[in-house]
């Protein structure tokens, strides 16, 4: 199973971008899927997680970001808008095959597979 992450960049606050995750390895579908972040010097963190249907988002980011799922492909796309300096991180997509127990979903330690990180950076 490999996850592909891509979408980011460079960009000014106030803008948007929109990142992809694509899976591939499977024939069948996961049942969690989302993405995680990592400032440098920081903890990788929570971002947003669809979880089987079920929608998970960090305080941070909720209403400023959206997730969204392709079932068909095994994609997942996180659209990020109004992006602040904040926002500046890796950004790793996630997945699991089987459903996360809500109170487990925000935990880096819940996920399976990773993906590679794409990097986004919000400049002032």
């Known amino acids: 199973v490999q996850l592909q992450a891509f979408g980011g960049g460079l960009v000014q606050a106030g803008d948007s971008l929109r990142l992809s995750c694509a899976a591939s390895?499977?024939?069948?579908?996961?049942?969690?899927m989302g993405w995680f972040r990592q400032a440098p010097g920081k903890e990788r963190e929570f971002v947003a997680i669809w979880n089987a249907g079920t929608i998970y988002y960090a305080d941070s980011v909720k209403g400023r970001f959206t997730i969204s799922r392709d079932n068909a492909d095994n994609t997942v796309y996180l659209q990020m808008n109004s992006l602040k300096p904040e926002d500046t991180a890796v950004y790793y997509c996630a997945s699991n095959l089987n459903r996360i127990a809500s109170g487990s979903a925000r935990s880096v330690h819940a996920y399976h597979n990773w993906g590679q990180g794409t990097e986004v950076t919000v400049s002032s």
């Open positions: 390895g499977r024939t069948s579908g996961f049942n969690a």
